[in-house]
């Protein structure tokens, strides 16, 4: 197969063929152009200053032969005063002319035919004459000026007449000569012209046949592939370089194909993974709906029967306590301990399946002032343990009152709780600003945490220590997380802290505290700095 020329080398032959043929005509153009520089400097410099020395050569021979007549006539030395002069403005125009024809042998037979007049005339009519009138008179002189004298001066006329003509005829030919240089170099001109011209309708019709269409079907093909038409094979006769071109985006819609084929199965893959998501996501929904039912209903339903448990077991208790034997004492207070951590137990738990379920809706919360309303519930505990309950800076945000209650209280009576048996307790609560997030930390110096059951203590009813050494049912620390959780946030034990347990929780930034800043932050000083904030501390001694 014979091998296509490229576009490349089709432009680089093209502009080396045109390059080449300006530059003969340049180079043919720059000749004529000095051909015609010359022929035009000779007609200027040369025919027109021959003519004019010419004419002002018969000028000063006529005066001559005047200022020869009238010496004649008067006598007068200064009448020759022409004669004088004219002679040496002849001897001048004589040789400069003699300068410029040069070249030119027939204005040299002229200009010495000229010469060779005047001084014929000037040795038998002029100096006779001069002599005649220095010598006799002018009457002698005047007899010496006859019609033979008059005939004498004829010739040089004549000579510098045929002078002016030889001088016409060469001013003629070298307009001629300047003329037909022009001409070629406006041929010379057009031809460069046509040159250009042709080059650009080759340049043209080459670049339509082998790469505007080409790219037009190119296009068009990409566009048909760009509508789903993934099938469509590309195929372009053209220069090799968009052949070439037309292939790799043909490798690249195979390439497309292939992976679109996978992407198909892929996402076949995903939709189905997605529909048995969906399925078990609604059967978790359904059961975990049925599971609270049961749980609210269960806690429910139990309180009445448990209630008389409780209730006939404390009549027991109350009858016959110290008219039976000292185990059927025992027994009894055995029963009315497990009816009443029954009921303990039914109650957190019903508190517990509630959250997110009976919602009052969003309102903004002011911890600071749900802090006074714990610190006021808990006093009585805090008196027990002669403990303190701090907190400083707390912020504002959307939430359930009663559910953000609940989870302060739960994290405090903890705090009070496991307190250490060297120390008084001491509780505080603080908050920070992290991001879109505000950061809580109930910290206490109480007994701590092992960093192993850092996750453990938010599981339901799980408990680290046995309930004779701590009382409580094991649900305070899952009911805080599900509070925090159904606000936004999460909670966590900070495993950094050493002395006492540090339990952080996060509440989101209400709208307006989020603007606030941005504000804050366009007006903040150009070294960065911001006064600090007033620090507020409440104290239940």
Same mark, same amino acid.
């Given at each position: 197969m014979k091998e296509r020329w490229t576009l490349r080398r089709r432009v680089t032959v093209l502009c080396a063929v045109v390059g080449g043929l300006l530059s003969l005509v340049a180079v043919l153009a720059a000749g004529t152009a000095a051909v015609t520089r010359s022929q035009v400097d000779?007609?200027? $410099?040369? *025919?027109?200053?021959?003519?004019? @020395?010419?004419? =002002?050569?018969?000028?000063?021979?006529? =005066?001559q032969e005047s200022a020869v007549r009238g010496f004649a006539v008067s006598g007068d030395p200064a009448d020759l005063v022409p004669y004088t002069d004219g002679r040496m403005r002849e001897g001048e125009l004589l040789d400069h002319m003699a300068g410029l024809a040069a070249d030119h042998d027939l204005l040299e037979v002229r200009l010495r035919e000229v010469g060779?007049?005047?001084?014929?005339?000037?040795?038998?009519?002029? =100096?006779?004459?001069? $002599?005649?009138?220095?010598? #006799?008179?002018p009457a002698a002189g005047q007899a010496l000026l006859g019609n033979a004298a008059r005939d004498a001066f004829a010739p040089v006329r004549a000579a510098v007449a045929g002078l002016e003509g030889e001088i016409q005829e060469f001013r003629e030919e070298a307009a001629a000569r300047a003329k037909d240089s022009s001409n070629i170099l406006v041929l010379l001109l057009i031809a460069a012209a046509v040159i250009v011209v042709v080059a650009g309708i080759a340049l043209v019709v080459s670049l339509r046949r082998l790469v505007i269409g080409p790219v037009t079907d190119l296009a068009e093909s990409v566009r048909r592939i760009a509508r789903g038409d993934y099938q469509h094979t590309i195929d372009t006769d053209a220069a090799p370089e968009l052949a070439q071109l037309a292939r790799d985006i043909d490798g690249m819609r195979r390439k497309i194909v292939a992976d679109l084929g996978e992407v198909r199965e892929a996402r076949e893959r995903v939709e189905w993974v997605n529909n048995q998501l969906q399925i078990q996501a609604e059967e978790l929904l359904?059961? $975990?709906?049925?599971?609270?039912?049961?749980?609210?209903?269960?806690?429910?339903?139990? #309180?009445?029967?448990?209630?008389?448990?409780?209730? &006939?077991c404390q009549l027991l208790q109350r009858r016959y306590a110290g008219q039976l034997d000292e185990r059927a004492d025992q027994y009894i207070a055995f029963a009315v301990d497990g009816a009443q951590r029954m009921q303990r137990l039914i109650n957190d738990l019903l508190a517990f399946s509630r959250i997110g379920r009976m919602t009052t809706g969003f309102t903004e919360i002011d911890l600071n002032s749900t802090m006074s309303d714990v610190s006021g519930q808990l006093d009585s505990a805090r008196r027990y343990a002669s403990g303190e309950i701090t907190w400083s800076d707390l912020p504002t945000v959307q939430g359930e009152e009663a559910l953000l209650t609940t989870l302060l209280a739960n994290l405090v009576t903890n705090s009070l709780k496991f307190r250490h048996a060297d120390r008084l307790p001491r509780v505080h609560i603080s908050a920070r600003? !992290?991001?879109? !997030?505000?950061?809580?930390?109930? #910290? @206490? $110096?109480?007994?701590?945490?092992?960093?192993? &059951? *850092? @996750? %453990?203590?938010?599981?339901? &009813? #799980?408990?680290?220590?046995?309930? @004779? *050494?701590?009382?409580?049912?094991?649900?305070?620390? *899952?009911?805080?997380? %599900?509070?925090?959780e159904y606000h936004g946030g999460r909670i966590w034990v900070d495993p950094e802290v050493t002395e006492g347990t540090a339990i952080r929780f996060t509440l989101p930034v209400t709208v307006e505290q989020s603007t606030q800043t941005m504000r804050t932050d366009a007006a903040e000083p150009p070294d960065g700095t911001l006064e600090p904030a007033d620090k507020t501390e409440v104290t239940t001694a």
């Open positions: 000779t007609l200027v $410099n040369v *025919a027109a200053a021959l003519r004019a @020395d010419s004419e =002002e050569l018969l000028t000063k021979l006529v =005066e060779e007049r005047t001084v014929e005339w000037r040795r038998s009519v002029a =100096e006779p004459v001069i $002599n005649a009138v220095r010598i #006799q008179g359904r059961s $975990n709906r049925d599971l609270e039912q049961f749980a609210y209903v269960a806690s429910h339903d139990l #309180q009445e029967p448990l209630r008389k448990v409780a209730s &006939f600003r !992290d991001g879109d !997030d505000w950061e809580i930390t109930c #910290q @206490d $110096n109480g007994i701590g945490i092992e960093a192993e &059951f *850092a @996750d %453990k203590i938010f599981v339901i &009813f #799980q408990r680290l220590h046995a309930k @004779d *050494a701590y009382p409580g049912t094991g649900i305070g620390l *899952a009911i805080a997380k %599900k509070i925090v």
